[in-house]
């Protein structure tokens, strides 16, 4: 998606430890009209799956999964990082490791929001090593849903995630796919489509 | 909003100690359609001020900001909860204490998002005692922005959050408010408007 390519190129903040910073326009301020094209492609790229929900994990994949949603014209869910006294009933439940915060999270989603057979559209803005969408798609078949696809605003190509989940057979439209960043010449460097 | 006072009194869920779960339909399962004729009512209580940007704070307000925001064709920014390894430069910071989750939260903006002289519309999913958006003005005012209103999904009329705002001279639009709840005959009194 080269309007993407060209926002990460232009606003994209190289850090040391392979850090990609986009907070400026994606995940603390939100530029809303490029979220919205973002949808859009997103649309464009799995127009021919049907989608009977999106699923999401907070908190920086909820406001792309929600304008993604409008497309889709879909419910959406997000998945919430731990227990809360306002979550009740039977939950699905997963463990991931997060990249960003060093830590291990439970990941859980009320068992009633996801049925069987249902078609489920997986949306967050960054895979590394893949492990929030590996516990989203846990939670999915376990609930005997369909993990329809794996929707991805910024893979980066240089880590496993986006590997392990197409040698799996997952499809994984990754609309921005950084294969090598570089701090010391601020370059990055985006797979060809 | 009548559609909206219709969606509570069908799908929400009481519970003891004063909570209303809307967790079907606002935060946790997200009603996209719904979602949409909330930001558009947002837009039309709000028509006459402008608004430079929208603020809320992860997780449950991110959704209905980012859709709210494509009304008011203007950036969203969440307030962040917690100190985060993606977040640097200079912060504007709050304490907040949770209704829901008993405890006080460090809410964090990055400065460089706020800038003196900009109108902000603060958008929540609920008020309760007001504490979360109490954070938030205090954050927006504390980068010499202005707070250019309030608006909130779900309003507990019987807590002190709205009366307080209001006397202060904030203008606080809440599509519903919740007077009274009733557990035992599952009753929800709505604040005539």
Redesign the interface.
């Known amino acids: 998606m080269e309007l993407l390519k060209e926002r990460i190129r232009k606003d994209g903040v190289l ?1 040391a430890g392979n ?1 990609l ?1 986009v ?2 326009f994606i ?7 490029l ?2 094209e973002i949808g859009k492609e997103f649309k464009r790229r799995f127009a021919d799956v049907k989608i009977d929900k999106i699923l999401t994990i ?2 920086s994949g ?6 993604t ?2 497309y889709f ?6 998945a ?1 990082k731990s227990q ?5 009933g039977t939950m699905l439940c997963a463990k991931i490791e997060s990249f ?3 830590r291990v999270y439970d990941v859980i ?2 068992s ?2 996801i049925s069987p057979g249902e078609n489920i559209l997986v949306i967050d803005d960054f895979m590394a090593n893949g492990c929030a969408a590996q516990g989203l798609c846990e939670i999915i078949e376990s609930a005997h849903a369909n993990v329809a696809g794996i929707g991805i605003v910024i893979e980066k190509g240089f880590q496993m995630g986006g590997k392990m989940f197409r040698e799996k057979g997952y499809r994984v439209e990754s609309l921005a796919i950084v294969d090598s960043m570089d701090l010391e010449t601020n370059t990055i460097t985006f797979r060809e489509e």
Request: charge should be neutral; proline fraction near 2%; glycine fraction near 2%.
């Open positions: 850090k850090v910073k907070d400026s995940n603390h301020q939100m530029d809303i009209a979220i919205n907070e908190s909820i406001g792309i999964a929600a304008i949603a409008q014209d879909c419910p959406m869910v997000f919430k809360s006294i306002n979550l009740d960003t915060h060093k989603v009320a009633r929001f």
